[in-house]
């Protein structure tokens, strides 16, 4: 929610959007109201229609003190056809909408501090999406070469949504940003070239190169829809709807970056048959219960486990002390605990089953294994194999409620065949009488080939079935390499979700 910090204004939005806002709120949104001349240069400006817009960003840009650059689009027409044809299609071209060019628009003003949109899509992944929302920060120039002009080459933006926006596209040109002393917040943008008009009679065609870029000093409130500011200013108009001004008004962080330019109106309250009325009333009407919070539950419906690689127990102790679903828990099984002798930890009404150290020595590797079980549970067995040169870590738990509890952590590089052995070693064969669990990252992808010829041998072996999804992934990096198996079927196994670790937490219910 972007009002997180400021609970007071995001209670009036609520209201705002419910059509139930008080006479204070109505009075405090009447307070926001300024003149032109006092809204902040940092802030971007909101409107209903592309004409308020368009003369917005013009008075705007002429307020910014830097020298202005046109930067033209570079058009070239292809195919068969005469001179003046290709001409004529030129110059029609120019004239075109944005809408009819790709998005693409023959002449942009750029000015040094003005703030502008990306109009399409550059790299979802990098968030370089359509409408986002930068500073102009440098204008990189180049020589033309057929003439003794000077060309736009590229330019830098700097987003305002925060670094991770072009993280990727800055990471690439790392080193070139360093040898001409650009700033590391400053993302390039290239230019884009695009098919934008297609002679149907003829076999002329003509691309355009240009930055997918528009002045964004202001913007249509529909258009701001997805975007966060730390600063608006609304340009209110009579009869403006509901749904707009929550829209207009939900874009800022906080109440104190809110402008409200002309008068502010209370909006007409919605009809009781209105489609968001009914949704909202539908939504009110539904229990909200969380989607894990079956997990919570004390209730005699068996043994329940959950399993993690916490990535170091000495740094996420606490975060797994906070979590209501792993204390509700029968069985905790951890690895990659990096845990050293001397560690201890306290789970209430917990015990310490058994562990492996993630060394021979007081140094933390990326190693080792624990199991914790409730106290009130008897304990038959344990054993601990760390093999520390193959980087293979098991730890058996023979309880005498004939459960068998497996956890293992085997490090990247291994084959199937290196756990196989480890698991010979340890659980064999043997102990058909158990409901035996193995839950552990594998560092298998169980998706793959590879995946699903490890499954068939734990199941050909150690009768030992895979019980979670492999479509479902178990790292923040698309893999399933963490996975429990069973001996029999289990009431319920799937995934949880984590915080702190790269890998997402197992549960399941015998």
Known sequence: ???????????????????????????????????????????????????????????RLNEIPSEVLQCYAIDSVTGVGSIKAKSQLMNRCKTLPRNATGNLSYLVHLKLGAKYMLT????????????????????????????????????????MDGPKVGFETRSAVHRYMIENKINHKWTPIERQAKIIHEKKTTSL?????????????????????GCTFD???????????????????????????LYILNEYKKPATLNTNDPIVVELQRLESI???????FLHSQDNCGYQFIYHNVQSLNAHYKDILADRSFMASDFLLFAETWSITGDEYEFPDFQLGVET?????????H????????????????????????????????????????????????????????LNNTIGVDYQEYISILAGDFN??????????FCEILREVYWLHLKTNPAHWTTRGGTTIDAVFASQDLKCCGVYESTFSYHIPLYGRL
Not at 205 to 225: D, G, L, N
Not at 237 to 252: D, F, T
Not at 444 to 451: A, L, P, R, V, Y
């Open 1 to 59: 929610m972007r009002q997180k910090d400021d609970q007071p204004y995001a209670n009036l939005l609520n209201n705002m959007a419910s059509g139930k806002m008080t006479d204070e709120e109505v009075t405090f949104m009447q307070s926001k109201q300024v003149q032109w001349k006092d809204v902040p240069y940092e802030a971007t400006l909101l409107y209903f229609s592309n004409k308020e817009v368009d003369l917005a960003n013009t008075i």
């Open 120 to 159: 399409y899509n550059l790299n979802t992944g990098d968030k370089l999406v359509n409408g986002s929302v930068g500073v102009l920060r440098h204008v990189e120039t180049c020589r033309l070469k057929k003439s003794d002009g000077i060309g736009i080459k590229r330019i830098w933006l700097e987003f």
């Open 205 to 225: 065609s003509v691309t355009r190169r240009q930055f997918p870029v528009i002045v964004a000093e202001a913007m249509t409130i529909h258009k701001s829809q």
């Open 231 to 257: 600063s608006v200013a609304i340009g209110m108009r009579k009869g403006m709807s509901q749904s707009l001004q929550y829209v207009a008004c939900s874009r800022v962080t906080k109440a104190n970056g």
């Open 287 to 293: 229990a909200k219960e969380p989607m894990f919070s």
């Open 357 to 365: 150290f993630s060394s021979l020595n007081r140094t933390r590797q």
């Open 367 to 422: 190693n080792g294994v624990a199991i914790y079980i409730k106290k009130h549970i008897p304990v038959i067995k344990r054993m601990a194999y760390p093999d520390y040169e193959k980087g293979i870590h098991l730890a058996v738990l023979y309880l005498q409620n004939r459960v068998r509890l497996i956890v293992l952590y085997s490090k990247p590089g291994n084959s199937c065949d290196d756990i196989v052995e480890a």
């Open 444 to 453: 298998i992808n169980m998706s793959t080939e590879d995946g699903k010829e």
